[in-house]
T-cell receptor
Framework: DQQVKQNSPSLSVQEGRISILNCDYT??????FLWYKKYPAEGPTFLIS?????DKNEDGRFTVFLNKSAKHLSLHIVPSQPGDSAVYFC???????????FGTGTQLKVEL | EPEVTQTPSHQVTQMGQEVILRCVPI?????FYWYRQILGQKVEFLVS????????KSEIFDDQFSVERPDGSNFTLKIRSTKLEDSAMYFC???????????FGPGTRLTVT
């Protein structure tokens, strides 16, 4: 069941540069999308979300873009900081329920 | 900042034994969830709970699983007869309307031997 896909298992970026994490989905019923960050031995931490009626949402260094026609969303982190090094999960929710469907995650490493 | 807490952090049990995983959701939240992550795999939804009843459950959540909110603060997941394949990190989460953001606890690592 690959309704939410994160095709890049890892990404390495230099400190101060932009990190772009990508996510694709197949279920057209998804109407709300979220990004979570996860450190080892901790639970996922909510970062930012976007409703399907929008195409962009920004919160500080984090911006999420949604392209509904392509069923694609991305998370931009700028500038990237070493503390951003973590696994990033994309998650999606379909209308009428609260179940989140997660992607497999992308390990981001921000290097000095 | 309010947070979801879970106990224990690590539970080791023998196959066939019952385990109860405990969670204290954020106090003003109304929706409660359990997810699990088997090592190396994605986070998977198990069940959601609202107004003292299950609102949604996945295929994983079979008759061996049950959830309960025994008092005003705790939310528990019981596995009646554990199997080796139940070994995973179990995450509790909670959310409050009108937003859909779910806030996760640190997880309980369940090891079935």
């Amino acid at each position: 069941d690959q309704q939410v896909k994160q095709n890049s298992p890892s990404l390495s970026v230099q400190e101060g540069r932009i990190s772009i994490l990508n996510c694709d989905y197949t279920n057209s019923m998804f109407d709300y999308f979220l990004w979570y960050k996860k450190y080892p031995a901790e639970g996922p931490t909510f970062l930012i979300s976007i409703s399907s009626i929008k195409d962009k949402n920004e919160d500080g260094r984090f911006t999420v873009f949604l392209n509904k026609s392509a069923k694609h969303l991305s998370l931009h982190i700028v500038p990237s900081q070493p503390g951003d090094s973590a696994v990033y999960f994309c998650a999606a929710k379909a209308g009428g329920g609260n179940k989140l469907t997660f992607g497999t995650g992308t390990q981001l490493k921000v290097e000095l | 900042e309010p947070e979801v807490t879970q106990t224990p952090s690590h539970q080791v049990t023998q196959m066939g034994q019952e385990v109860i995983l405990r969670c204290v959701p954020i106090s003003n939240h109304l929706y409660f969830y359990w997810y699990r992550q088997i090592l190396g795999q994605k986070v998977e939804f198990l069940v959601s709970f609202y107004n003292n009843e299950i609102s949604e459950k996945s295929e994983i959540f079979d008759d061996q699983f049950s959830v309960e909110r025994p008092d005003g603060s705790n939310f528990t997941l019981k596995i009646r007869s554990t199997k080796l394949e139940d070994s995973a990190m179990y995450f509790c989460a909670s959310s409050a309307p009108p937003t859909y953001e779910q806030y996760f606890g640190p997880g309980t690592r369940l090891t079935v031997t």
